[in-house]
């Protein structure tokens, strides 16, 4: 199994951890709900669901296309990325939950960017890995 495959299902499987306490915060305090929703469902959805499909993805699909992966150095570079903009996005969420004002909206665009870059280049490497 490839470095960036163990590091996403590993961090996949925090980030449920993260997610779920999260789940719980707000289920038994519903007051938290406001800061804690969006981060809930990302650490969740983006952290969990995504990062564990990336490092399946990437073990798997070049194993069906008999050739390796297009880049594992674009993988691993995907993979700080999703780190940096997920943890970025879910510290400053909490944070709106405390705080307001235009300067938070603006690092929160920042991370989401940066998430979205990630992405990108997740679709990028295993394009190029599928492609004849
Ligand atoms: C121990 C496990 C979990 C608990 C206790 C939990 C609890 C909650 C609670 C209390 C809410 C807020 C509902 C409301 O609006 O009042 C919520 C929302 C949400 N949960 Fe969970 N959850 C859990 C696991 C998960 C998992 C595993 C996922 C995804 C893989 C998930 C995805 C979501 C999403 C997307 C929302 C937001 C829905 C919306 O936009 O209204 N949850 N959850
Ligand atoms: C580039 C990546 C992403 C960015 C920048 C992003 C950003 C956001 C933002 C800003 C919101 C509104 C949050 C609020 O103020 O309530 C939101 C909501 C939501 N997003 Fe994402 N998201 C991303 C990826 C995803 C993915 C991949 C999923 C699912 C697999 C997802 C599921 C949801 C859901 C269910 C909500 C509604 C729940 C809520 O109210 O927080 N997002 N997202």
Redesign the pocket.
């Known amino acids: 199994m490839s470095q960036v495959t163990l590091l996403s299902l590993r961090a996949g499987l925090i980030y449920l951890t993260a997610g779920i306490l999260a789940g719980l915060g707000m289920a038994f305090e519903p007051n938290w709900l406001p800061f804690l929703?969006?981060p809930?469902?990302?650490l969740n959805?983006?952290g969990f669901?995504?990062l564990v499909i990336f490092g399946v993805a990437y073990h798997i699909l070049p194993r069906f296309r008999g050739r390796p992966l297009w880049s594992d150095s674009l993988a691993l570079w995907q993979f700080r990325l999703a780190n940096v903009?997920l943890v970025g996005?879910v510290v400053v969420?909490i944070a709106?939950g405390f705080y307001s004002g235009k300067m938070l909206d603006h690092i929160?665009g920042t991370?989401?960017?940066v998430?979205?870059v990630?992405?990108i280049l997740f679709v990028v490497n295993i394009w190029k890995t599928l492609e004849e």
């Open positions: 929703l969006a809930h469902a990302h959805l983006v669901v995504s903009g996005l969420w709106k929160l991370f989401g960017l998430l979205t990630s992405f």
